[in-house]
């Protein structure tokens, strides 16, 4: 029998607020006829407005959703609200064999899904002479790059002020065509830089590193955890099972400081921070297409005892949770002091100087007005600028008084993320 | 100029036209200049994101937060405070914040900044005494930050300092602040301290600084507050009136009661042969600086409700009846306040005429007087049932035991749906309970079983009314027998009510008794 989520963990799936609050007014008992679950899944008829019924079933496992109603959110009010009545212990408890042959067909074909998974794309993938054509498309998208990178600096960056968009996008789509998705990524973010405070410094560090990166792909002699950070970087990846198979394993337990969602190329994407009381960093992302939930299961401010399993790299952060040991509960994770931190992220920079977000809890931090933002100094005086900052929560949490503050560092500074203080914490 | 600095120069007039600068210890980069540009580049971006170093000073701490006096809601309760503001249970923001002030609890820091959001502009004037109440010291630490903020400055009981320089150097939030702390401790002080600035402060404040006296006030004022009434400003003359006619003693009461019985006189009669007692009506035939100077205007404020305008002349009337103490009248007829209520009422040309003026007058005034006998007088002589608010607010003035019978009776009384939602229930008492809540709860019931579209806007406004009027500790026997309604049609109505019901019957336990 599955542990009941919390309202929140529910709440967290929706897809949008509108959802969660439908949801809310959806999960009163009235609602339901029929309303059952079992260690795996709940199931029951909601009426709708008129006289529609709908049929709702979750796979509490998975989660999944279904139900009948024309929503093309998902999952739906519906869906959630049966969840919110389940997570309140308002639906009673059933046997297996008790749940309605709607419901019953629906998750035995995703538990035969499930054990007998469709061969996938690995075998292609393996095939030497695809990764061969890749391989040389590659190439010849990042000696494009490196091309377009040096006409940039030798016509000079100036005229780049007000360039328009289509100057990054149409770059951008050759190295699609040249398979190097990843780094379509990057220089279509490109785009925002010169429309910001200081744009001629910052375009001029992303082009270097990005001719760095076209360096070391051509390097034949780099060792091999820095390729699998350059390739990476470029766009090949690293199948999950590949991760899980063969990855580095680390079990510890594991704070989650702060979840960040960001939006781009109409794919929601999710950043898991995360820290270890060992002190290693590990990030968990995650994507959605619009309209369907991210995943929930990392919530910032708890902690979670998990084998992580990395993936390879010269500074290995990126992860995924290979193995639950125990349920989440709340907690404050361990941080340094500024200078520690900053050295910290040094040692991670050597490993890769590509790295350009970096997990930071600081602990023993006060807040301080500098040149009207807002900074934080810890006991040694040293003084940090956040940037982006909504101050007001922070401040209030605060009081004035040190606390701990996990944030996202990324060479334009420290976005907070979470703060804790001795009496409560607070997630941005 | 240093070494990036030159880089970013070269890279921005372009390699075609200035030559990157030379970089010592950079690796040979062949002769293209502009890779040489972007490879020395790189070394020194990855330079100086890894060598990074903290600033050292510069930066303002901000000063801690004093301790909190107050303790914490319970978890469940923050909690649940948490969904209202995301906008669960239909707006119940206002309840939640009461029942966390009237246990002396205070909210979780991390939500105060919404809170002080919530109290701003004109939605929020009427959160801002349960919000200054919860948010303690945190919340006027904020506040002190944040222009914006600044309501809960001037809403708080806290001046955020005992010290007198205060009063005569503070901002005007402050002074009221500070005034109306040392009214409550000490009322002749306060006004000697008001007296020892009045004649040389600004205009604009002196309305404001007369609001504190409504505490503590006695005889003692009457002076001062006679002197207040020549000023030259008109809010402070006003301000002035209203509390002078708090005083049944003074001699503003005495020359209010004068004018009042010029115009009520009881008059014997004789109709068909019977004698009786007829009270003769007769509005002031003009508007002297007299009245003007004891807070009559000569349009009196409400007198221009639409559709309903009465002549100047009787709201003037209804104006001097409300600033009157009731007892004056039980002195002056020598009968007990319900058999002055049932005496006929004329204004000498027809029958009836000025009774409206006169009854409105004295609920006004067993309002201000804070009158239960004239109040329980009032609501059961039949009289006033076009003014439905105003028998509302007279419940209030009530002993608490009789409310809840007293507002049962109004609202059997009233018929019509809108004057029930819109007017009656509006200021009844709340939470409902006892007698009220029974009636309220047959009333809901019935309309939801009314076949539909019948009365379908009336149902919405009493449902969202009755949603909110229940005592959360019967809300959930309440939704319990709605939830029995067959009512397919109405169901959403319903549902909706139920909900709130439930929602705030759940909000209620998890506060400690």
């Known amino acids: ?66 139900c009948s109603c024309p929503s093309r959110k998902f999952p739906c009010k519906h869906a959630l609200g049966l969840l919110l009545l389940w997570s309140d212990g308002a639906v009673p408890g059933g046997r297996a064999a008790d749940r309605p042959p709607w419901a019953a067909e629906w998750l035995a074909g995703r538990r035969a899904r499930a054990e007998d998974p469709p061969v996938r794309a690995t075998a292609r993938a393996a095939d030497p002479a695809t990764a061969e054509r890749r391989a040389a498309r590659v190439d010849a998208g990042l000696d494009d790059l490196d091309r377009w990178l040096r006409d940039q600096v030798e016509q000079g960056l100036a005229r780049t002020e007000n360039a328009p968009y289509a100057l990054f996008d149409d770059l951008a789509r050759r190295l699609v065509d040249a398979q190097a998705g990843a780094l379509a990524g990057q220089v279509r973010a490109l785009a925002a ?102 995943d929930a299961s990392l919530a910032a401010g708890t902690e979670v005892d998990a084998e992580l399993a990395f993936f390879p790299g010269a500074a290995p952060l990126r992860a995924l949770v290979a193995e639950r040991h125990g349920a989440a509960a709340p907690a404050v994770p361990d941080g340094v002091p500024i200078g520690a931190f900053l050295a910290e992220h040094a040692a991670a920079l050597a490993a890769d100087p590509w790295l350009d977000r970096w997990p930071a809890v600081l602990s023993g931090v006060r807040f301080a007005r500098r040149d009207g933002g807002l900074a934080v100094v810890d006991a040694a005086g040293d003084v940090l600028p956040l940037r982006d900052t909504e101050p007001w929560r922070l401040l209030a949490v605060s009081g004035g008084a040190p606390v701990t503050l996990a944030g996202e560092w990324t060479p334009r500074g420290l976005r907070p993320l979470a703060a804790w203080h001795d009496d409560e914490a607070v997630v941005l | 100029m240093s070494a990036w ?132 010291r945190r919340g006027v630490w904020l506040a002190l930050q944040n222009p914006r903020w600044a309501w809960l400055i001037a809403s708080a009981a806290d001046p955020g300092t005992d010290d007198p320089a205060v009063w005569t150097g503070g901002t005007a939030e402050q002074r009221v602040a500070y005034l109306a702390r040392l009214r409550r401790a000490d009322p002749a002080a306060a006004r000697a301290a008001l007296l020892d600035v009045w004649d040389r402060d600004r205009a604009v404040h002196r309305p404001e600084f007369l609001t504190p006296f409504g505490a503590g006030l006695s005889a003692a004022d009457e002076e001062f507050l006679e002197l207040a009434l020549d000023d030259r400003t008109g809010s402070v003359r006003l301000a002035a009136a209203n509390l002078l006619a708090r005083l049944p003693e003074s001699a503003y009461a005495a020359r209010m009661a004068a004018r009042a019985r010029a115009c009520v006189r009881a008059e014997r009669r004789t109709v068909r042969r019977r004698a009786q007692t007829w009270l003769h009506v007769e ?21 221009f409700a639409p559709g309903r305008t009465p002549a100047p002349p ?77 028998l509302g607010e007279l419940v209030h003035e009530l002993p608490a035991a009789e409310r809840d019978d007293a507002a049962a009776g109004l609202v059997r009384w009233v018929d019509d749906a809108r004057a029930l ?45 009755a949603a909110h009027g229940f005592d959360p500790a019967l809300a959930d026997r309440a939704a319990d027998r709605f939830a029995e309604v067959p009512a397919a049609e109405t169901a959403a ?17 998890e506060f400690p008794p």
């Open chain 2, 421 to 465: 939602t819109d007017g009656l229930l509006r200021t009844l008492p709340r939470p409902w309970s006892g007698a009220l809540a029974a009636t309220m709860t047959a009333k809901v019931a019935a309309l939801l079983e009314r076949p539909a579209g019948t009365a379908n806007t009336a149902l919405q406004a009493l449902c969202a009314s």
């Open chain 1, 1 to 66: 029998m599955s542990d009941r989520w919390e309202r929140g963990h529910v709440l967290a799936l929706a897809p949008d607020a509108a959802a969660a609050k439908a949801a809310a007014t959806v999960a009163r008992p009235a609602a339901w006829t029929g309303a059952a679950c079992d260690g795996e899944a709940a199931w029951g008829e909601c009426r709708g407005s008129g006289k529609s019924v709908y049929r709702v079933s979750v796979d509490l496992t998975g989660p999944a959703f279904r």
């Open chain 2, 5 to 136: 600095e030159e880089h970013v120069g070269a890279a921005l007039l372009g390699t075609a036209r200035r030559p990157p600068p030379a970089l010592p210890d950079a690796p040979d980069a062949g002769s293209d200049a502009a890779a040489r540009l972007l490879d020395q580049a790189a070394l020194l971006t990855v330079r100086r994101r890894a060598g990074l170093r903290p600033a050292r000073g510069g930066a303002d701490p901000v000063a801690p937060a004093p301790p909190e006096d107050l303790p914490p809601v319970p978890p469940a309760a923050a909690a649940r405070l948490d969904r209202v503001l995301a906008g669960e249970g239909d707006g119940c923001l206002a309840e939640w914040l009461g029942l966390a002030a009237d246990r002396g609890l205070r909210v979780p820091a991390r939500v105060v900044p919404d809170l002080l959001e919530q109290g701003r502009g004109k939605d929020g004037w009427h959160l801002r005494a349960p919000i200054a109440a919860v948010a303690g």
């Open chain 1, 193 to 294: 830089v010169p429309r910001r405070p200081g744009w001629p410094g910052a375009l001029l560090a992303e082009y270097a590193l990005l001719r760095l990166l076209v360096h070391a792909h051509r390097r034949p002699d780099l060792p091999a955890p820095l390729r699998d950070t350059v390739r990476a970087r470029i766009g090949f990846t690293v199948p999950r099972e590949e991760v899980l198979a063969a990855g580095e394993r680390v079990r510890d337990r594991w704070c989650v400081v702060g979840v960040r969602d960001t939006a781009q190329d109409r794919l929601a994407t999710r950043r898991a921070w995360l820290r270890g009381r060992g002190g290693r960093s590990a990030l968990v992302l995650s994507f959605a297409p619009p309209g369907r939930p991210l």
């Open chain 2, 314 to 390: 009787r709201a003037w009337l209804r104006e001097i009846v409300a600033r009157t103490p009731p007892a004056t009248w039980t002195g002056a007829f020598g009968l007990p306040p319900a058999e002055i209520l049932a005496l006929p009422v004329t204004d000498g040309a027809a029958a009836g005429r000025g009774a409206d003026d006169l009854h409105l007058g004295l609920a006004r005034a067993a309002l201000r007087f804070h009158d239960a006998g004239w109040a329980r007088a009032l609501l059961t002589a039949g009289v006033l049932l076009d003014e439905p608010r105003v």
């Open chain 2, 493 to 509: 109505a319903r549902d909706r009510l139920a909900a709130t019901l439930r929602f705030r019957h759940d909000m209620l336990k």
């Open chain 2, 283 to 303: 509005p002031p035939a003009e508007h002297d600086e007299g009245m003007a100077r004891d807070g009559v205007p000569f349009h009196p404020e409400g007198s």
